[in-house]
């Protein structure tokens, strides 16, 4: 079963604005990532937050972790029609950060130009 | 560089034939992951290697399904007699286990449809 539930399951906007994507899982982990997924494509990794971190940033991406809450966000700003894609989070658990990742049921972000 | 890769991309088959995939990670990755992934879901992870030996196993991973990783460079996951609940998207991935928080790098998967 998927631990990471995003919220919300679809979101669309003008080519401009900022997108953000929230992302509640229910166990303790050891990093959070966001991954982009073109329709039907492989999944690209975006970006990776560890469990000791509270915000990081990478180009017009910032990612958000609340340990406490369990969640996690994702704020893409000055969005693009490009930035059209599924958008999902992924946690690596503490007693097993070198194997599986759990995903959540992702975001369909739809940017119209 | 090439990244990881995933033969065949599409495969479409008949209820109850085998079916084999095969990935090959990037070179110098030894760690191997296989996920599943249906219509409108986030990948579920079906099992992963570390070199050539397997060590998780997710229970969706059923007595139908085998992978294997020979030599501890691609990786194939055979499926016998598919059922239709077996058409998904078979996505691989590969990592270092020397970096701690194990960023994964995905192929662009196989889509099996089973009929």
């Known amino acids: 079963s998927q631990q990471g539930e995003e919220d919300p399951q679809a979101l669309s906007i003008q080519e401009g604005e900022n997108a953000t994507m929230n992302c509640s899982y229910k166990?303790?982990?050891?990093?959070l990532q966001w991954y982009r997924q073109n329709s039907g494509r492989g999944l690209v990794h975006l970006i990776l937050?560890?469990?000791?971190?509270r915000e990081k940033h990478s180009g017009r991406l910032r990612v958000t972790l609340d340990t406490s809450k369990k969640s996690s966000s994702l704020l893409i700003t000055a969005s693009r029609a490009a930035d059209t894609a599924s958008y999902f989070c992924?946690?690596?658990?503490?007693?097993?950060?070198?194997?599986?990742?759990?995903f959540g049921e992702g975001t369909q972000l739809t940017v119209n130009p | 560089d090439t990244g990881v890769s995933q033969n065949p991309r599409h495969k479409i088959t008949k209820r109850g034939q085998n079916v084999t995939f095969r990935c090959d990670p990037i070179?110098?990755?030894?760690?191997l992951y296989w996920y599943r992934q249906t219509l409108g879901q986030g990948p579920e992870f079906l099992t992963y290697f570390q070199n050539e030996a397997q060590l998780e196993k997710s229970r969706l991973l059923s007595d139908r399904f085998s992978a294997e990783r020979p030599k501890g460079s691609f990786s194939t996951l055979e499926i016998q007699r598919t059922e239709q609940g077996d058409s998904a998207m078979y996505l691989c991935?590969?990592?270092?286990?020397?970096?701690?928080?194990?960023?994964?790098?995905f192929g662009p998967g196989t889509r099996l449809t089973v009929l």
């Open positions: 992924a946690t690596g658990r503490q007693e097993t950060s070198g194997s599986r990742l759990t």
């Open positions: 937050i560890r469990s000791n971190e």
């Open positions: 166990t303790s982990i050891n990093n």
């Open positions: 070179s110098e990755h030894n760690r």
């Open positions: 991935a590969s990592s270092l286990d020397y970096r701690p928080y194990n960023e994964q790098f």
